[in-house]
């Protein structure tokens, strides 16, 4: 086992791991928080289980993937025994909800009044609440899924009284950007949609997660008023697709 974690990915993982950790820490300082109050959830899609669980030893408690067939391939493979927790947070599709309500303790891309009610319906089914963040289109692209801002609280208010979800927050993947300015931008009008919702005090609407940076920008996010950061290359390294055969 000791060879196995002499692995050059695995020492990588290691200091990246570090390297990450330290400047969310630093980033949330200057943003007059404490470190504590920044997630950092690994986005780790196509990096292998145990890639992975070697990251939940380096003490990675929060894992996301964007599609629902590879969270279920490295669902057994992963260490849950350890206290991490899996989300979802890439676009779902409603007929895929049934297979992951059980297996996530959050969606983070619901951005339909038809997903929400299936993930509430699978969740009833399961005996739970699910926790969910509502995605924002914050630069209005056609090619991203979320919810276009002006829309947002109507949408909040619509799927607030189904009993199988609990709103938690917001998540937004913002446009490239020439520059930081234009960047923190979207970043800052996501915080004050989220300050915004928190200040109407909707039923079943708690603003308890902002989910928004990844590797190219996590600090400008937390500067910004992220509560959440989702890093994948950054962490893991460049990521590697399957070949096609």
């Given at each position: 086992m000791t060879e196995k974690y002499s692995d050059p990915r695995f020492l990588a993982v290691e200091e990246n791991y570090k390297y990450i950790t330290e400047r969310i820490a630093q980033a949330a300082v200057r943003s007059c928080r404490n470190p504590e109050d920044i997630t950092f959830l690994a986005a780790t899609k196509t990096v292998p289980a145990e890639v992975i669980n070697h990251a939940i030893r380096c003490g990675l408690r929060y894992v996301g993937e964007n599609r629902v067939q590879e969270y279920l391939s490295k669902y057994e493979s992963i260490d849950w025994a350890s206290g991490v927790q899996g989300q979802i947070i890439g676009r779902l599709q409603t007929n895929k909800v049934k297979y992951i309500v059980d297996k996530v303790s959050c969606i983070q891309s619901v951005d339909s009044v038809k997903l929400a009610k299936e993930i509430s319906r699978q969740a009833e089914k399961n005996g739970r609440r699910m926790p969910v963040l509502v995605e924002v289109n914050i630069g209005a692209e056609e090619n991203k899924g979320g919810i276009a801002p002006d829309g947002l609280e109507d949408f909040l208010q619509e799927?607030?009284?189904?009993?199988?979800?609990?709103?938690?927050?917001?998540?937004?993947?913002?446009?490239?950007?020439?520059?930081?300015?234009?960047?923190?931008?979207?970043?800052?009008?996501?915080?004050?949609?989220?300050?915004?919702?928190?200040?109407?005090?909707?039923?079943?609407?708690?603003m308890n997660c902002l989910s928004m940076g990844m590797s190219s920008d996590y600090e400008e996010a937390i500067l910004c008023g992220a509560t959440m950061v989702r890093i994948g290359s950054s962490l893991f390294g460049a990521r590697i697709y399957p070949q096609n055969k």
């Open positions: 799927i607030a009284g189904l009993p199988g979800i609990r709103i938690d927050g917001l998540m937004t993947i913002p446009p490239i950007c020439e520059d930081n300015t234009e960047l923190c931008n979207y970043f800052s009008r996501m915080q004050q949609y989220f300050i915004d919702i928190q200040t109407k005090k909707l039923d079943n609407v708690s």
